[in-house]
Every structure is written in structure tokens, then in C-alpha cells.
């Protein structure tokens, strides 16, 4: 798997509020309307300039507070295909895998917003082809890069029926 797309810089402690402030929670069934909202305090219109195969790059500690699961289901729906990250709250990256965005824990120094990137998610290398660099990242385990390929949890379970061992 090898996803490409431009940068958006988050810094550190992106919290479930800020992807999807609290105000916005009565939209939870209504996921087209909530989308529009993402990033909303933090990046006004973020909806509107994301394109499909973008990337997020956080710092430490993305996703932490509440276990929303609408927090990284509505970024992958805005367009988003993959988060970096120098670490992830426990729940939002097992969130992540789960709608099928890939979340990748990596050293995101000299990744500025606006940076063409090329993850190679099987490989663990993740190329700046903006400046040349080059970082590597434990790749994710095979059954979360099956759990990516089939498009998340729920497309997994429908094809196999429950976890293949």
C-alpha cells in the first residue's frame, strides 16, 4: 500500500474536541453534515481546501480525550487518507484502523504543511518528495494493513466473516 498527498500540520494534543468540537455531537447521525465541521476551531474551512489522499501530520499525542469514533470516521470522510503522528491516544489510533485511516507513528520533524508525501505503508518509509527526506516507521501489522486494504473493520468482518488467523 502506498498513499500519496499534501500535508496539513497539526502540533501536538489534537484532541477529539478539536477534530470535532462537542457543540457539533447532536450531528453524529448525520455524518455528511458533521464532515463539513471537522477541523472547524482549529482550521476554518478545512472541509472545503482538503482533497481526497491528503495527509494530517500531528505531533505527540493526537486523538487524546474522548473515544469518539466519528472523530477519525469524519476525517477519512472529508478526504484524509492517512495520519502521521509522533504518537496517538490509545483509542483514536485503534479507532483509525478501524474506519480504515491509516495511522502511522513516525518522527514528524522537517514535515511542514503544504509537503507532497509517499507513505509506503508495507515497507515502514515514508518519503518527503517536497525535500528529499526520508524517515522509516515500524510498519503496521498485517492484519491492520488488511483491516486498511479492505477499507476498514466492518468491510474486513463483511469479507472474511470475523479475523482470519
Known sequence: MILKGKVWKFGDNISTDHIIPGRFYHLRSNLEELKKHVFEDISPGFCKKVKKGDIIVGGKN?????????????????????????SFARIFYRNAINVGLAAIICNTDGINE?????????????????????KSFSPLSSIMRTILNEGGL?????????FKI
Not at 493526537?62 to 509522533?86: C, N, Q, V, W, Y
Not at 509506503?120 to 515514508?126: I, K, T
Open 154 to 162: 466492518d468491510h474486513y468482518i463483511a469479507r472474511y466473516g470475523g
Open 114 to 134: 503544504g509537503d507532497s508525501l509517499e507513505i509506503r505503508v508495507d515497507d515502514g518509509m515514508l518519503v518527503n518528495k517536497t525535500t528529499g527526506d526520508e
Open 62 to 86: 493526537f486523538g487524546l480525550g474522548s473515544s469518539r469514533e466519528h472523530a477519525p470516521l469524519i476525517i477519512k470522510m472529508a478526504g484524509i487518507d492517512a495520519i502521521i503522528a509522533t
